[in-house]
């Protein structure tokens, strides 16, 4: 009984327990500090009656500015979407919010309901805004898939005078980084879903440990470069379609800009 009480412990903690995880990149068109609160596969998921856990540790991080990656419920759940639009509104009381679906959370309705709460759908659409001394566009994109021509360019002129973020639910850092995009923010991966030391992801697009397989599917969970390129994936907050996380706990992701 105790190894099953343990067991189930170990269980509880890796799935329903929030941590805050910290990034900080640095860029010469950065002039003051900012704070980027990054969430994404939420999933339906409820951490506290309406989520009022996670809110409050978002309040208390007090971000610039919050943007949120695609699958906040998945599809066909109702309770799920239900739970997704009450927490994005409610953050949207006191905070930008920035929103791309993924593959699971689509529906007109569902986007409709998002833009009369306040919150800006980026629908291959981008933003400016002028925060804390800083010249920002915020990109952003609703891919589910990539052809082999896909190319940011086609959408978008890039205006390197600003500082430049792309929200994507799947990142595709090779386009990106091409592009010009200066921090590329993604989720979708769910940080391999179990992570073991020394090999990171047990899989990602269904590629098993693709951080050290050296596949396209290696960008699994934190903070990459490519060129002058930087790309941050979290893994999120939800599972789908079964909550078996394993050393790799539900997140909120806080991106700190800072003068280089």
């Not at 068109?29 to 939420?42: A, S, W």
């Not at 009450?86 to 929103?99: G, P, T, W």
């Not at 689509?106 to 659409?125: D, H, K, P, Q």
């Amino acid at each position: 009984m105790i190894i099953l009480a343990l067991i189930a412990g170990i269980w509880w903690y890796n799935n329903f327990t929030i941590k805050i995880t910290y990034a900080t990149v640095s860029d010469e068109k950065i002039n003051q500090e900012i704070t980027i609160v990054q969430l994404t596969d939420l999933h339906g998921m409820s951490f506290g009656k309406d989520n009022r856990r996670l809110i409050d540790k978002i309040k208390n991080i007090n971000p610039d500015f919050i943007v949120i990656t695609g699958d906040m419920y998945s599809a066909g759940s109702e309770k799920g979407r239900d739970n997704a639009i009450r927490l994005m509104s409610e953050l949207a009381k006191d905070f930008r919010v920035y929103f791309v679906n993924g593959e699971h959370d689509i529906s007109e309705s569902y986007f409709s309901e998002l833009e009369e709460a306040g919150v800006v759908y980026l629908n291959y659409a981008y933003d400016d805004i002028y925060i804390n001394d800083n010249s920002i566009r915020v990109y952003g994109i609703t891919n589910s898939y990539y052809s082999g021509t896909f190319d940011l360019s086609n959408a978008f002129s890039l205006d390197e005078s600003k500082y430049n973020i792309l929200l994507a639910h799947i990142e595709n850092f090779d386009a990106f980084s091409d592009f010009g995009i200066d921090l590329s923010i993604c989720g979708d991966t769910h940080g391999g879903i179990i992570r073991l030391p020394f090999v990171g992801g047990v899989n990602n697009r269904g590629v098993w440990f693709p951080e050290v397989s050296n596949t396209d599917a290696l960008y699994v969970k934190g903070l990459y470069e490519l060129d002058d390129s930087k790309l941050f994936v979290s893994s999120g907050l939800g599972n789908y379609p079964l909550p078996i996380r394993l050393f790799n706990r539900p997140e909120i992701a806080v991106i700190k800009l800072v003068s280089e």
